[in-house]
């Protein structure tokens, strides 16, 4: 039986559901894991996550289809990506297979928080790792807990996708050599300073440049920018210090394979942001988040689609992955997982 929510209305925050996937991670291996009722967590007051952050994580979604299907996004992608984040934070990895199965396992166990089709809302999926055991000096831990939990989220857009604010943060997100392209907590950690402070001058996000030279457009605090330009091609900006978004890389084979526009990933100079037609941010979260304005230092750089709509091309990006997702629109292979 469907929980009592409120589905259209519900925001992203989290509700606790009825079981969560733990596995530990000691003397060098996996334990096989277990499926919990257990939302607390207990650990040393010296686990390496809480002295020095050790931790990353991923984000996904499951969702019902027009024909009651319940699935979910590429999570293989989530999985690769997971492995190679806890590879480079110096964690053991948690096996992309066994990843997959806690995932299926996870969303199976609270099938009953999975939105109905058509509310707009849909079951955020959470898998997460951290350092365990005591850590004073500065070293990888020696013992690690996987969990994934999931929450309903209620729909990204209540009225419609209406375009944003948002402004050139004089402040980093990401080093050229650092930790950028890992979906690393301490990513978000200092980055909330940033967020916090444009929230109060009324952006809503933050474009980050290159920490280098601060000419070339990076992303987000957590979504990858696209740009359109005025001949309709799709440019993405290429750094080492950017996270690969699962939804970023699936909008550009969109892009190409199903609507025949050119697609290029490639610098992306500041200077050239103000020539582009339209802009969108993306994520799991929202798809596309369309982009109206950025402001840089008090200069307005105004894209031609304008505040009220997101631009005809982002449209149809949009419309043609969001029908990709709930299966109106024929999936490439490999993309959809069937968890019921
Ligand atoms: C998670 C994340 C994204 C979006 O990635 P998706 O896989 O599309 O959800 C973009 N930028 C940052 C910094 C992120 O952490």
Redesign the pocket.
């Known amino acids: 039986m469907k929980k009592e929510i409120d589905w259209a209305n519900l925001g992203f925050g989290y509700v606790k559901t009825d079981k969560r996937f733990v596995s530990n991670f000691k003397d060098g291996k996996w334990d096989e894991g277990v499926m919990t009722s257990d939302d607390m967590v207990s650990i040393s007051e010296c686990a390496g996550v809480l002295q020095y952050a050790q931790t990353c994580f ?3 979604k499951a969702y019902t289809q027009k024909d009651g299907s319940v699935v979910c996004f590429r999570p293989d ?2 999985a690769k ?1 997971m492995e190679d984040s806890a590879a480079y934070l110096e964690m053991p990895v948690f096996p992309k297979e066994r990843f997959l199965e806690a995932l299926i396992e996870t969303v199976k166990e609270n099938i009953d928080y999975v939105p109905p089709y058509g509310s707009g809302a849909s079951l955020y999926i959470r898998p997460y790792m951290f350092g365990t055991n005591a850590v004073i000096g500065v070293k990888p831990a020696d013992e690690y807990q996987f969990r994934i939990f999931v929450t309903p989220v209620g729909p990204y857009f209540k009225e419609g996708a209406k375009p944003i604010i948002i402004r050139v943060s004089d402040l980093d ?1 990401a080093a050229p050599h650092g930790t ?1 392209h890992i ?1 690393a907590g301490l ?2 950690a200092m980055s909330l300073h940033a967020i916090v402070d444009a929230h109060s001058q009324g952006f809503e996000e933050n474009m980050y440049l290159d920490a280098a030279t601060r000419t070339k457009v990076e ?6 920018f696209i740009f359109v330009t005025k001949d309709n091609k799709i440019v993405t900006p290429k750094s080492s210090s ?9 909008i550009m084979y969109v892009a190409k394979e199903y609507l025949g526009l050119e697609v290029e990933e490639r610098e992306v100079f500041f200077d050239e942001v103000p020539t582009f037609a339209e802009c969108g941010l ?4 929202a798809v596309i988040s369309p982009v109206g304005i950025i402001n840089d230092h008090g200069k307005e750089i105004k894209f031609p689609s304008g505040m009220e709509e997101m631009g005809p091309i982002t449209k149809k990006l949009y419309d043609t992955l969001v029908g990709i997702q709930q299966g109106t629109i024929e999936a490439p292979e490999g993309w959809i997982y069937k968890i019921k």
């Open positions: 991923e984000g996904a992608l989530n990506r997100r950028g979906k990513n978000y992303e987000t605090g957590g979504a990858n950017i996270l690969p978004s699962i939804t970023r890389r699936s993306c994520g799991t979260a």
